[in-house]
């Protein structure tokens, strides 16, 4: 399990990464396609914001857990607790392989 803390920053981060994505995208078109100076402007603004507001500060992790290694996006899982829910059947259309 992983700690509380980390959890509850991953939710921070998704919270505040969700609260400044429209401000970052006008920023960053302007600084694309604007003039020299106003992009220059849009950049140094762009640097003002967070750092946690960045969505590639984001990091996936298991629902259950909370463990952010072997996470498989599909079911929001790690690759832990997808292999038990699997086993015992709690997973919709997933069923062990046998060959």
């Known amino acids: 399990m992983a700690k509380e803390s980390m959890k509850a920053r991953e939710v921070k981060r998704a919270r505040m990464a969700a609260k400044y994505a429209n401000?970052?995208?006008?920023?960053?078109?302007i600084v694309r396609k604007g003039d020299p100076v106003a992009a220059?402007?849009?950049a140094q603004k762009l640097q003002d914001i967070p750092y946690n507001a960045k969505p590639i500060r984001q990091h996936n992790r298991c629902?259950?857990?909370g463990r952010p290694k072997g996470y498989m996006r599909m079911f929001g899982l790690s690759r832990i607790q997808f292999r038990e829910m699997a086993s015992q059947g709690l997973i919709p259309g997933v069923r062990k392989a046998s060959w």
């Open 23 to 29: 401000k970052r995208a006008a920023l960053k078109e």
């Open 63 to 65: 629902k259950l857990t």
């Open 40 to 42: 220059y402007e849009a």
